[in-house]
């Protein structure tokens, strides 16, 4: 049968002892609840005593009920045979881990962390918010204006020197965002020129155009131009991606994040 964790293990102890003192009466208080008469080995005065109804004794929950009255000179002893078979539970500081089948019912989960139990790959809050804090994503921006003056392309990472957030250190400004696993990624990119006569912005995968973004011709020199465009790029582990930009008589605005470059691992 499937399961979540680890298969459960069977250990063998050995059996619990208890000890009965006879008062002259049939009734007396073990010292677990059995279920049946078949779950205790009952010796008086060393000779097995066989259990149920009309038999020499009957048991319920912790309640033994002798047929004969027990005397104090009665040597009277139980073994709990149900006992000396228990289940042990999963180690609290090993990874569980999953088996092959199928799972119904309700996980209980607070956190999630990786077969190592060093990395916390999710977790979950009282109100079922859901945080995946080592998903690899990152915001990075234009500090600064800079002159686009060069009909080839050029390189726009380079001049997003700074980040809001870097998770995973996986963007920088001289090889832009290198991918740190195989998977799904999405990618914003955001742009604002001042003035502009003409510009194209590009993306770049691996230091080859994967995608054409924006051709700009302006009425005017004086004329602004922003927009942003987002879109989903399936990558193998280290692929590069860049944005890059060609342009006569223009200048990338920083103001206001207007310049920006973002993404993260979709999965």
Known sequence: MGHIGNTVQT???SFDKQTITGSGTAVYTLSHNVANEQEIEVF????RQEGGSGKAYTVSGNQ?????????TDT???????KAVQTVSHPSDQPMQA?????????SVGTIKDSSSTNTAMTIDSTGRILTPARPAFFAYLPSSVPINNTSETDMCQYMTSTDFNVGGHYSASGGFVAPIDGIYSFQVGFYFYPIA???VEVHKNGTRYQRLSNIVAASAVNPYANNYAFLMQLSSSDE????VS???ATLYHGDRNTFFSGFLVG
């Open 198 to 200: 003409y510009a194209e």
């Open 99 to 107: 088996t092959t089948g199928t799972f119904s019912g309700a996980i």
């Open 247 to 249: 342009a006569g008589t």
């Open 44 to 47: 008086v005065n060393n000779v």
């Open 11 to 13: 250990a063998f102890t």
């Open 64 to 72: 033994i009920t002798f047929s004969e009255n027990i005397a104090s």
């Open 76 to 82: 009277v002893y139980v073994n709990f045979a149900g």
């Open 241 to 244: 991606v860049k944005v890059a």
